[in-house]
DNA sequence: TGGCTGTACTG
DNA sequence: CAGTAC
DNA sequence: GCCA
């Protein structure tokens, strides 16, 4: 605790060394309590800040990258976001109507509609609490994928960098759909700007994408003119307040949008604005806090939200918790199973066969029994969604078969899409719950068309119900088309599959308005090795390959690895083990009977490696363990022409035969699992996956106060606070893998089970 | 409201 | 240490 | 996003 905040203080000392350079002017003004005097006194640079140039704006481009990524790493003394008030009676019970796609008309702003969060008025003193209860600072909206619905996880800056602070952002286009807005809204909102995501009087500027012009901003706002007193810039502007950490002169000239400049020379020259600028802007915040929300978000109590919310019934509470419990697995092991064991357990025992007598009556009577009527009314949550027939417990059946002909094959395909676009919005567990949803109706062998009977199923709440339900019904999403074509999430779907690039790296080179490979080859100079790799074979790792393929590459390994000593093992795991008809990447997990770790590194790191590279097998190396721990070798392959023919040949379609024959030998990406015999149980478990299985596996584990890992499964593991793991624990089982199973209670699964 | 697997390599 | 990968 |  106490060392923590001492770095706390020392980095925030390095960030006042660092500002230093743009702060000429430090004039303290609010009162903002607690914090030591040296942070108050940097506090109010914002709008106090001295102008920069366009010259001197160029002649420090040269740092952004670096400004902006320690800037953003500077988190320390950033406070968590504050959950977000709801201001009215009617917006509080409004639940479900809080995500950013539910109720955002673009067009029409109704002021008194508008979802109003506080995002920083922590540090605001708050104007007459008791009676005013509207005249708070202007609280914005937080763009999705970064927030939690109540807790957010958006970060705001030390005050003292808040180069937005008091300024409320309103963005046109106005929506977070594109992934440079996002992040641009996400910037603005860290850096300390409200964002308005419906138009409102207390909006301090307006930031319109570069290639949109005046004329689109006035039909956003269904204007005719833009209020005096709110300045209108490109993007670019905000982009740059940030890399000088500073608010620059709006008024320069690269910041006009097009078709507004006439406007302000008319109003004005452009030297009074210069001087006058930082004043302004003052001004208008003083104006915005004095009149702030009072009139246009006035809401009137309730709403037909907090209705729908009281009454509820009960009469459908019971249906689907009775019937008959055939589970093929032990009732013991089901006890001590988590819920995500017991989905990992429903896969396993899915019908395919249906037994279609019984499946639609219970979900029909569950959903039919209270109104369709009407509205609203969301259908009730019932416990037991595993128990229930309807979510297919009968008989158990292998996954596989049953996989092409899915009845819900296109809301999986959608839902896939939509599970990949928040991952690339770093909505991490968004995206895991898209994924789980998935895996979810891919063992559901009956057709799901309703939001009632979607949500009865293991891992689909209310909100994914009902978007199966749309997509059930008009076989897309409008959200999704949305973002679908936008250049930039199309960029960023691509830069997202080079190695090596991340959500981070891609969503910067996006804003930095990066929109093709060529743009990252000819204007990113410091690009990583791998990442140059990444891009040079990008079509090649993206490809899938060929299971005859996969089965050749891991043989030619394992001949040239017996070459060198002959007790060596090799097993291709991932998805190969799994049964998979065409894998991503190869995972060779390479053993020796009896032998410890250092010899097999030795022999694979010092031999066979590089032999394999002279023979040109291998063709790069991505990640290559040196330490003594070290257990992986990453890479890329290629298999030899010669053995390539036969492989071609048996490609299905025409036209994936001529795309193999263009490009005859691809690189593929390898990894070399290196393995000591006595753990070869727990890493077989852990390469052989999927990821869910392991997930759940591991869960499990340490809900019974155990640990797995690749290298085995320990009991009396010691955690600490907030989970830290204080010791190993004991080791329970690492060689076998059956016996992990045993020992976790989960029913064994051959590899081709483990398909979830 | 707080979790959501657990580990290793890179720069 | 953050970002990335598995 | 879902769940306890």
Request: positive net charge.
């Amino acid at each position: 605790m106490g060392s923590d905040s001492l770095k706390d203080k020392k980095k925030f000392q390095d960030l006042l060394i660092e500002l230093d350079d743009t702060d000429d002017e430090a004039t303290p003004t609010g009162n903002h309590g607690s914090l030591p005097v040296m942070i108050k006194e940097l506090e109010t640079i914002s709008p106090d800040v001295p102008e920069v140039s366009a010259q001197e704006r160029i002649s420090s481009m040269k740092r952004p990258l670096h400004a902006l990524s320690r800037v953003s790493s500077a988190k320390s003394l950033t406070r968590p976001y504050a959950a977000p008030e709801k201001m009215t009676a009617s917006t509080t019970s409004a639940k479900g109507q809080d995500s950013p796609e539910s109720s955002r008309p673009d067009t029409a702003p109704k002021a008194s509609s508008m979802r109003i969060r506080s995002v920083q008025d922590l540090h605001r003193p708050t104007k007459v609490p008791g009676e005013m209860p509207f005249a708070l600072p202007f609280q914005g909206a937080i763009p999705r994928g970064l927030n939690k619905r109540k807790r957010a996880s958006i970060k705001v800056v030390a005050e003292a960098r808040r180069v937005f602070k008091d300024l409320v952002f309103f963005f046109v286009p106005n929506s977070d759909i594109s992934a440079d807005r996002r992040f641009r809204i996400a910037k603005a909102i860290e850096y300390g700007a409200a964002w308005a995501n419906e138009w409102h009087q207390a909006v301090t500027h307006i930031i319109v994408d570069n290639d949109v012009n005046y004329e689109v901003v006035l039909q956003t706002l269904k204007m005719t003119e833009v209020p005096k007193n709110v300045v209108v810039v490109k993007a670019t502007y905000a982009s740059e307040c940030l890399v000088f950490r500073a608010l620059l002169n709006p008024k320069q000239h690269i910041y006009n949008v097009p078709g507004h400049e006439d406007q302000m020379n008319a109003s004005l020259s452009t030297k009074e604005i210069t001087e006058t600028d930082s004043r302004s802007l003052q001004l208008k915040n003083a104006i915005s806090k004095e009149m702030p929300v009072a009139e246009a978000a006035k809401p009137h109590s309730t709403s037909q939200a907090s209705e729908s919310f009281g009454s509820n019934n009960s009469s459908i509470q019971q249906i689907a918790a009775s019937g008959p419990k055939c589970f093929s697995v032990s009732k013991r092991a089901l006890d001590e199973l988590d819920n995500i064991i017991m989905s990992v357990k429903a896969i396993n025992d899915l019908p395919l066969d249906p037994d279609e007598d019984q499946t639609p009556q219970i979900t029909e009577e569950g959903t039919s029994s209270e109104n369709e009527s009407a509205d609203e009314r969301p259908p009730i949550r019932r416990k037991l969604k595993l128990d229930n027939p309807a979510a297919g417990f009968q008989c158990l059946q292998k996954p596989g078969d049953d996989v092409l002909n899915n009845p819900n094959q296109k809301v999986i395909d959608i839902l896939q899409q939509m599970a990949t676009y928040y991952d690339s919005t770093n909505d991490t567990w968004r995206t895991i719950s898209y994924r789980k949803a998935i895996a979810t109706l891919r063992r559901t062998n009956r057709r799901i068309t309703t939001s009632a009977e979607a949500i009865q199923l293991p891992f689909i709440g209310q909100r994914l119900a009902d978007k199966i339900e749309e997509i059930a019904v008009t076989h897309r999403l409008r959200r999704l088309e949305a973002t679908r074509h936008d250049p930039t999430d199309v960029a960023l779907r691509t830069f997202l599959q080079i190695y090596g690039v991340g959500t981070q790296q891609a969503m910067l080179w996006i804003q930095q308005g990066h929109r093709s490979l060529q743009d990252l080859l000819t204007s990113v100079p410091n690009l990583t090795a791998n990442q140059r790799i990444g891009i040079a074979h990008l079509e090649d790792f993206a490809s899938r390959i060929p299971r005859a393929e996969v089965t050749r590459l891991g043989a030619i390994v394992t001949k040239a690895l017996q070459d060198i000593d002959a007790a060596f093992q090799v097993t291709i795991g991932g998805s190969y083990r799994r049964g998979a008809a065409d894998s991503g990447d190869i995972d060779l997990i390479i053993t020796r009977p009896d032998t410890e770790i250092g010899h097999i590194r030795t022999v694979v790191l010092e031999t066979l490696v590089p032999r394999l590279f002279l023979r040109g097998f291998l063709t790069a190396t991505l990640a290559s363990t040196n330490r003594r721990t070290g257990t992986k070798w990453h890479g890329a392959c290629q298999l030899p022409l010669s053995r390539y023919a036969p492989i071609i040949t048996a490609i299905d379609t025409a036209e994936e035969r001529a795309k193999a024959l263009r490009n005859p030998n691809p690189w593929r990406r390898i990894d070399l699992l290196l393995v000591p015999s006595s753990e070869i149980g727990a890493a077989m478990i852990y390469f052989t996956g999927n990821d869910i299985l392991n997930r759940s596996m591991r869960l499990l584990a340490r809900k019974k106060g155990m640990c797995l890992n690749q290298r085995g499964l320990f009991k009396n593991v010691l955690r600490g606070a907030g989970q830290v793991k204080l010791a190993e624990g004991n080791l329970v089982e690492s060689k076998d893998e059956r016996k992990i199973f045993e020992a976790l209670g989960v029913p064994w699964r051959t590899p081709e089970e483990r398909q979830i």
